[in-house]
């Protein structure tokens, strides 16, 4: 009887070491598939196919994400083909809408919200850098170099050779100086091979940091910016009254402003967008900077970071970011000339913009009930908002024919997301059907005129792959 359990232990103790060995190898196969269909991807396939790819998978998640969560309550739930293009509108950060943003609740703006950070310029051109860090290895460092070729050559002693202990071998006499001396001479051919392995080593590090870097410049700017607007809406009894009454917390609010504004999809959640703080002007100011630094003063403002970076850390890594910004691959990190004369674009258009809409503007229909205080910050925030975020706090529909080329001009299909609404007072044949909207006009399209808005945001958000993006001062 013995034997017979002893015999069943053994063969049961063999299965399971093969069980494990089948399940180690199991393991070990899954993880190189993985790796290789991650280098493929990274190697092989057009930047354009991943990224289209990376899009259709968040919009599609974004959209089961928002169909699972229930809307506010008492609101009618969105169709499919709504939901699906408010994924689309807040993964290629657009900012169209065909519902009113009131009708989602609580758990799907912060859906909405993930899909703005996701998929905002900062963000992806992040894991571009992170993922073509991969293109690189890490290279040996120059005294492990050393350490082999002494190995190499027969100068062995009694214990392993490290970096660490090649003096210390030296004083102790098992290592001399003239076996040192002796070694040959490292000839021409040798010191590129070597200055070639320590500049890829260090363009390694160098990307590192660099990514590391925008990651810190989101987590920055997203804290301070809803910690500011946060505060604000909560000492301000006006906009504090503003979202009591439209059921919307404050810290939801805060979050999803801030990441829309500084992603430049200009998703607001209330109905009205920035109407409704028309007259908050601090709120306004407050979010003016974020849209800049969130698009064209991104190159600037980076550069300017690993400046300061680099004069007070003495990293080696920042030194030869700014120096070699174009081998570096990242396509928002320019030159100090670029970035000094993109900068004076982006004001210069700005300024241009703002004084033609106040002289157009401020005595009209769109202005009443401003300040002359409120109509200088107001005009600002809109001209600014009409090359990025698509925000605004006046109405598209009052505005004089003049401004709007002006704004159709600074915008082509550059994902802003300014809408005229929709109004029945406006129609040329009033009907009794007809109900207002606080959403875009594109909710009053066909299913088929939505889908083919939907592929319109699409391209509008691969631009960069049509145009020479960012490419229109052309110094040599």
């Known amino acids: 009887m013995s034997n017979t359990i002893i015999c069943f232990g053994r063969k049961l103790e063999h299965f399971s070491s093969n069980s494990r060995s089948k399940l ?7 993880r190189g598939l993985i790796s290789t269909c991650f280098r493929f991807l990274v190697f092989r396939v057009n ?3 991943v990224q289209l790819a990376y899009f259709i998978v968040v919009s599609l998640v974004g959209f089961g994400a928002l169909k699972m969560s229930n809307p506010k309550s008492g609101s009618v739930s969105p169709n499919n083909i709504d939901v699906f293009f408010t994924s689309v509108s807040a993964t290629t950060v657009s900012s169209m809408s065909t519902v009113e943003m009131e009708v989602f609740s609580n758990t799907q703006l912060i859906i909405i919200t993930i899909l703005m950070l996701v998929g905002g310029e900062v963000f992806t051109s992040m894991l571009g850098l992170l993922l073509g860090r991969f293109r690189f290895e890490k290279r040996p460092s120059f005294d492990g170099d050393i350490v082999n070729s002494i190995s190499n ?25 003239s076996a040192l001396a002796n070694e040959k001479p490292i000839t021409d051919l040798e010191s590129n091979k070597n200055l070639t392995s320590d500049s890829k080593s260090l363009k390694y590090k160098a990307t590192g940091y660099l990514g590391y870097l925008v990651l810190g410049y989101l987590l920055v700017v997203h804290a301070v910016g809803s910690s500011l607007v946060s505060m604000y809406v909560s000492l301000v009894p ?17 979050f999803f402003t801030v990441v829309s504004t500084l992603a430049n999809c200009g998703f607001v959640p209330t109905n009205e967008n920035m109407i409704v703080f028309k007259k908050n002007s601090g709120l306004l100011l407050l979010l003016i900077p974020q849209i800049l630094i969130g698009n064209t003063l991104y190159p600037a403002c980076l550069r300017a970071l690993i400046w300061v970076l680099d004069k007070m850390t003495k990293k080696v890594e920042f030194s030869y970011i700014l120096k070699n910004w174009k081998e570096m691959g990242y396509s928002h990190l320019l030159s100090g000339l670029h970035s000094s004369f993109l900068a004076a674009t982006v004001f210069g258009l700005t300024l241009v913009q703002f004084i033609l809409f106040c002289s157009m503007e401020w005595n009209s229909e769109t202005m009443d009930g401003f300040s002359s205080y409120q109509k200088v910050v107001g005009s600002l925030f809109q001209v600014v908002n009409s090359r990025y975020a698509g925000e605004s706090v006046v109405d598209l529909s009052t505005i004089s024919s003049a401004i709007l080329v002006l704004f159709v001009v600074m915008i082509a299909y550059g994902n802003v997301g300014f809408s005229t609404g929709y109004s029945c007072k406006r129609r040329l044949k009033g009907q009794q059907w007809c109900t207002d909207s606080c959403a875009g006009f594109a909710g009053r399209w066909s299913n088929t005129g939505k889908f083919i808005l939907i592929v319109v945001m699409f391209f509008g958000r691969f631009k960069n792959f049509s145009f020479k993006y960012g490419k229109a001062w052309k110094l040599s």
């Open 238 to 254: 006006s906009a504090r009254k503003i979202l009591k009454t439209k059921g919307i917390d404050i810290r939801t609010f805060s």
């Open 153 to 177: 050559r027969g100068l062995q002693s009694d214990c392993s050779l490290t970096s660490k202990n090649i003096s210390q071998e030296v004083e102790l006499g098992r290592i001399t100086c």
């Open 47 to 49: 930047p354009f196919w």
């Open 24 to 30: 180690s190898c199991f393991n070990q196969s899954y």
